[in-house]
């Protein structure tokens, strides 16, 4: 895991040494073990270095020859493999055990093309060739490592976070990004940002740039290319036991994988079945591992189940004591690092405070569990759809009818409901409605009865899985801590893509969940950890990560006087307090968010500063406490 930034001058012009420096400054948190700039010509890059493999000097970046020149960031997991089959084909003499170097040589001689083919891992990289005069921005499958970029002044410059760009470009707000933000698409989009003129590679793209400013965009991969119906057949042929029997193989794969390292690596554990059998295989693998939890004190509490699973494993657990009152102490530095409001996702607060645990323990990469409700059908509201449709039909029947009756409620509310859905997708120039229309597509090859439910679960890995990796992504950096995600290895992904939503959602005669009664959540996850788990960690019911939010404080009108959301909106302050009255404590705890954004993004205010700003103006119990500075 490292940060990347540079710049590529077209029209013979040469890039500027000081302003690729200013950007490199902004992503040390992205890679404290060494910092390089080194200028090309009309090329400048920059990388900032978090080593787990190869701690030498050999595996600094950039990377380059008298042809070619790389910045990367990620992880190859099948680096091995590539590194032999080159050794054996070109006269490589290499000089470091990095995947890096890797890399490096495989973009060389196999191309672009086919080393996307050939990798696997988590990755987003810039890659020069000098003869030819272009530069290759690539990103991964599902977009787990970030790149931003932006054409400014007869160049792009390109950084693996906004903040980085920031420094040494004048911002200006997306309007539509926004509004749109404030119900979590700034981190859900895979393509926009809140920035005008600044947007992120789209996963699975490869962009290229040439001397004269060209530029050619190339999708290389979209979960839709997951489905594939021999793969089903197979699947489906094969018996519960055989299939549990493929996907304990694979996933054992995956995190021998990932495993691999010259640091320490940790495990961040909530006593789910996901973190809890990623924990399980480590350990069976023979990891030294240490796990790490939050403890969100009070009714959130759910550190039993934690501390259940270790015991059962036998490793250590460290714990994070969240207090309620620890929300306002870090939603400030937590908006400025997540480069995006912290809207749908606040337990990044939490988050941030437990990888600046696992730091100082000495750990430099965790293992993680996201991924799993999404290609195996974990959330609740998801099983439902298994058995919704049927349970409903006659009232969705009467309800079609009825919408047919000219002047009908039901039709006008239908009306409106699709109007403002066309206004949303136009506003986020049709990204989710294009990704829908693919996946929605793919999805025809594979019997009907399976349709429904396997779009579903592709359609998340481009909404809420990238929210969720946003999320890992820069509370991680945030500490110098690298995540990974066994369930994300290429291996699984195909395999969910095609399992028969049979071994997904399972039928049971025992009334289980309430939120889903005689159905199970995610079996085959579920079936792999009999063999090592107490049956309450595998049956445990699917919760979201519970945190007392922005949402549960009292907010009102001083909040947002002189600030970012009544000068972008052009409130008055009377207008201000109507909004306050008026408004969901939900919503205004994510306008309140926004207006934090804006206040350390477009008015270039202190997190300090804005953080006292709250303390001082948040009319709410939890601002009265006293908050500890080591809190446990």
């Not at 992120?200 to 060209?214: C, E, I, S």
Request: charged share 20%.
């Amino acid at each position: 895991m490292c940060g990347i930034a540079g710049q590529f001058s077209f029209h013979n012009q040469v890039a500027d040494l000081q302003t690729v420096s200013n950007m490199a400054s902004a992503l040390h948190h992205r890679g404290p073990d060494h910092q390089a700039v080194k200028s090309f010509g009309a090329l400048c890059l920059a990388h900032t270095r978090l080593s787990l493999l190869d701690f030498s000097e050999n595996g600094h970046q950039p990377f380059y020859n008298n042809r070619y020149s790389l910045v990367y960031n990620g992880e190859i997991y099948n680096f091995q493999k590539i590194r032999k089959e080159i050794e054996l084909n070109f006269n490589v003499n290499f000089l470091s055990s990095t995947d890096t170097e890797v890399l490096f040589y495989s973009l060389i001689y196999f191309g672009v093309e086919k080393t996307l083919e050939k990798i696997e891992g988590m990755f987003s990289f810039a890659f020069f060739d000098n003869e030819i005069n272009k530069l290759y921005l690539v990103r991964d499958r599902l977009g787990i490592k970030p790149l931003f970029y932006t054409i400014k002044n007869d160049s792009v410059l390109f950084s693996s976070e906004l903040k980085s760009i920031k420094n040494v470009v004048d911002v200006k707000v997306d309007h539509p990004m926004v509004i749109a933000g404030l119900s979590g698409h700034a981190e859900r989009s895979r393509s926009r940002t809140l920035f005008k003129g600044i947007k992120q590679l789209t996963p699975g793209t490869t962009m290229v740039f040439d001397a004269a400013g060209n530029v050619e965009s190339n999708v290389w991969f979209h979960p839709a290319d997951l489905v594939d119906l021999a793969y089903y057949n197979e699947l489906d042929r094969l018996s519960d036991h055989e299939v549990s029997n493929e996907f304990a193989s694979l996933f054992t794969n995956s995190v021998e994988k990932m495993l691999v390292a010259d640091a320490s690596i940790g495990a961040f554990v909530s006593g789910g079945i996901d973190s809890s059998l990623i924990a399980m295989e480590a350990k069976k693998l023979g990891a030294k591992l240490q796990a790490y939890s939050v403890n969100v004190t009070g009714r959130h509490s759910e550190i039993e189940y934690a501390k259940k699973l270790v015991g059962e494993i036998g490793t250590q657990l460290h714990i994070y004591n969240f207090e309620p009152e620890m929300f306002l102490r870090d939603w400030v530095k937590t908006t400025w690092f997540n480069d995006a409001p912290v809207t749908i996702n606040p337990h990044a607060v939490p988050f941030g405070n437990l990888t600046a645990l696992a730091y100082k323990n000495g750990e430099k990469a965790v293992l993680t569990g996201e991924g799993a409700d999404e290609l195996f059908l974990g959330y609740p509201v998801h099983v439902r759809a298994a058995f919704d449709q049927a349970i409903n039909s006659p009232w969705n029947w009467f309800n079609r009818l009825y919408s047919k009756i000219p002047g009908s409620q039901s039709q006008q509310q239908a009306i409106k409901n699709k109007y403002l859905s066309q206004l949303n997708d136009m506003q986020l120039d049709y990204e989710q409605l294009e990704d829908e229309y693919k996946i929605n597509q793919s999805v025809l090859a594979l019997p009907k009865s399976q349709h429904r439910l396997q779009a579903q679960s592709l359609k998340l890995l481009t909404t809420t899985l990238h929210a969720l990796l946003w999320r890992n992504d820069r509370m991680g950096m945030m500490n110098s801590i690298e995540s990974r995600f066994p369930f994300l290895d290429e291996s699984i992904l195909k395999f969910a893509a095609n399992l028969p939503v049979k071994h997904k959602i399972r039928r049971s005669w025992k009334f289980g969940d309430i939120r889903h009664p005689f159905h199970i959540s995610k079996h085959i996850v579920r079936q792999a950890g009999i063999q090592g788990l107490s049956e309450e960690l595998v049956k445990r019911k699917k919760y979201a990560f519970r945190v007392h939010t922005q949402s549960e404080n009292s907010i009102n009108a001083d909040f947002f006087k002189n600030g970012f959301w009544q000068e972008f909106v052009g409130l008055s302050n009377k207008q201000l307090e109507f909004m306050c009255e008026n408004t969901s404590s939900y919503t205004l705890g994510n306008i309140a968010s926004m207006d934090i954004w804006g206040r350390l993004n477009i008015h270039n205010e202190s997190i300090e500063d804005v953080s006292e700003f709250v303390a001082k103006n948040m009319m709410t119990e939890l601002s009265k406490i006293k908050i500890s500075d080591n809190p446990n």
